[in-house]
């Protein structure tokens, strides 16, 4: 599947403003990567896409490498100490380990740092350098990442490091980085109250001014002056990360060890069975389908979609014959790569619902009851306690579980609960080891305890939706309320105050442009076919699957006319968030 969104941008602009930028026919060269640089290579490159214009290897500046100094090198890498003096060690021995080097930063090269380069031998054989500002991971075609899971703790523990400030200045030339990619110069807004949105707000502001200044054609284009940066932190909606989600991607994320998105697991094929590995990405359509799919219509439309394939390749198929894939594998053979990636599917969803059955269908049910304040037949919560004592009490549910239904169970007090009542929910349930967990989130502004430190504070008003759900999927992230009020500009500007005014918008240019017609414009760039306003939402200490689908519910049903991104520094499970939060009291390891 080719790449599309985000991916789409971020992958042309290497492709083309990098690798094809110095390339010379007849001539390969070597691409040096960074642990950065690398992962946003592999998130929107193909290696052969990368082979095909010229290079002949790829290798890690942090690896013992082989001189070949035959060859040039182009080294994408990111203007940290680390990296740049791997680049000048390339350099500094009187045989060079390559015949000359094409430096392109991924965002903007300090100015100690360039002048270490200046100094060194390298300065000799720079034939190129300069910085490309894609300072972020494509992480989906509408997600980004920036690549940093210890924000939560840098922004929320109880110990504020010295550097708080310059991650605070990191991350927003990281955002600026973003909106440069995209040819965005949007209108930042930010949730008012916690002031690190302010501060983050303010940085990115300045950063978005001196990128503007570099590259005038920001922004420009119709319908561009509507586009918006929101910044929210994580305290805004607690209840979102923590909740049982039944959509694919969030469930299997949840229950299942994923990790750096590749799904393991034992396949039955033919003979015996084999180990596998699957990355879970949007180079598999069927993925891309199903993943914002409720987990019970998984199984069966991966089934339809499974009929349709065998059907159009004229082979019969029962009831029976879908079940058992390996059969259908002795007689296509030819369909391996198809029919495999079925079965993938059908396995991961099959591993979720056997998750599901062994313990959750009762706990979903409670934990919607909390997060919606009533039950399903909408008659609101009496006695909350009840429904969750026992949940406490069975030995055979996990700590974390517990723990997310005592946090449910405060959210839905509203005012937060006294501490003698905690510490008898701590005890029945026996999560004594684990309970600073809870009163951590009173760092990220949550009222946990009553007339506590955050007494007053309340989770904000929510939408009224009459939209049939499945009675285990009521919860709709908050999220999603904001970003259909800000498409709509109906965001309180009191409670989403702009940094500096909008521009007003110009009737006159939201005419439809000739990208959303006809095929004329094969020559232009992804970041051009979108001509119509984007809204990018950052949120602070990490992002919940279920806010990322809520980006893309949002954008479909605009039919288009808006897109919306979201991300933030890192991507949350409901484990992950709570571990986070544990941590929040502890003292860094320097070492680490």
Same mark, same amino acid.
């Given at each position: 599947m080719a790449p599309s969104g985000l991916k789409a941008v971020v992958g042309e602009k290497i492709l083309n403003g990098v690798i094809k930028s110095v390339k010379k026919d007849g001539e390969w060269k070597v691409l040096i990567v960074d642990h950065m640089s690398m992962r946003i290579l592999s998130s929107c490159c193909k290696m052969s896409d990368i082979l095909a214009e010229g290079v002949t290897i790829v290798e890690d500046i942090n690896k013992r490498r082989e001189p070949i100094s035959s060859l040039e090198a182009i080294y994408l890498i990111s203007p940290v100490e680390k990296s740049v003096r791997a680049l000048i060690n390339d350099f500094k021995d009187s045989a060079f380990?390559?015949?000359a080097a094409h430096i392109f930063f991924t965002d903007t090269c300090?100015?100690?740092?360039?002048a270490e380069i200046g100094r060194s031998r390298v300065a000799k054989v720079v034939k190129t350098l300069k910085e490309i500002n894609v300072a972020f991971l494509p992480y989906e075609s509408q997600v980004f990442s920036l690549d940093d899971p210890t924000s939560l703790y840098s922004f929320y523990s109880l110990k504020p490091t010295v550097e708080k400030d310059k991650m605070i200045e990191n991350l927003a030339e990281q955002i600026a980085t973003l909106c440069d990619t995209l040819k965005e110069y949007p209108a930042i807004r930010y949730r008012k109250g916690p002031e690190e949105n302010a501060r983050l707000a303010d940085e990115v502001y300045q950063r978005l001014n001196a990128h503007k200044a570099d590259n005038p054609s920001m922004g420009e284009g119709a319908d561009k002056a509507r586009s918006q940066l929101l910044i929210v932190d994580r305290g805004f909606d607690p209840i979102s990360p923590i909740l049982h989600e039944l959509t694919f991607q969030a469930m299997a994320y949840d229950l299942l060890d994923i990790k750096q998105d590749i799904y393991n697991y034992q396949s039955t094929g033919i003979g015996n069975a084999q180990d596998r590995e699957v990355l879970l990405d949007? #180079? #598999?359509e069927l993925w891309v389908q199903l993943r914002h799919m409720h987990i019970a219509d998984v199984t069966k439309k991966v089934t339809d979609l499974l009929r349709?394939?065998?059907e159009s390749k004229r082979m019969c198929t029962d009831n029976a014959n879908i079940k058992d894939l390996s059969q259908m594998l002795k007689k296509m053979p030819q369909y391996q790569k198809e029919l495999s990636n079925y079965s993938t599917h059908l396995h991961l969803a099959e591993a979720c619902m056997k998750k599901f059955k062994a313990s959750l269908d009762k706990l979903c049910e409670v934990e919607q009851d909390?997060?919606?304040?009533a039950n399903a037949e909408g008659e609101p919560l009496k006695n909350a306690m009840k429904s969750i004592v026992p949940v406490l009490l069975n030995n055979e549910i996990e700590a974390y579980d517990k723990i997310r239904i005592i946090l449910l169970f405060i959210f839905h007090k509203k005012k937060g609960i006294g501490e003698e009542d905690l510490a008898?929910?701590?005890?029945?349930?026996?999560?004594?080891a684990d309970s600073n967990i809870i009163t951590n989130l009173q760092n990220l502004g949550c009222n946990i305890i009553a007339e506590g430190r955050n007494a007053g504070k309340t989770l904000p008003e929510r939408k009224e939706r009459t939209e049939s759900t499945y009675q285990l999927s009521r919860w709709t992230p908050i999220i999603k309320d904001v970003i259909e009020n800000a498409i709509e500009d109906k965001l309180d500007r009191k409670q989403w105050p702009f940094i500096s005014d909008p521009a007003p918008i110009n009737t006159t240019q939201t005419a439809v442009s000739s990208?959303?017609?006809g095929h004329w414009h094969k020559n232009k760039s992804p970041a051009e076919y979108r001509s119509g306003p984007r809204l990018i939402i950052f949120v602070i200490g990490g992002v919940s699957h279920s806010e990322m689908r809520s980006a893309y519910e949002v954008t479909r049903a605009t039919d288009g006319k808006w897109e919306v991104l979201i991300g933030s520094s890192h991507i949350l499970t409901p484990t992950s968030f709570l571990n986070d939060l544990k941590s929040l009291d502890q003292v860094p390891n320097p070492d680490c």
């Open positions: 380990t390559y015949k300090p100015d100690g740092l360039f949007e #180079d #598999d349709i394939f065998c909390l997060a919606m304040g008898k929910l701590i005890q029945h349930a026996n999560i004594q990208a959303r017609l």
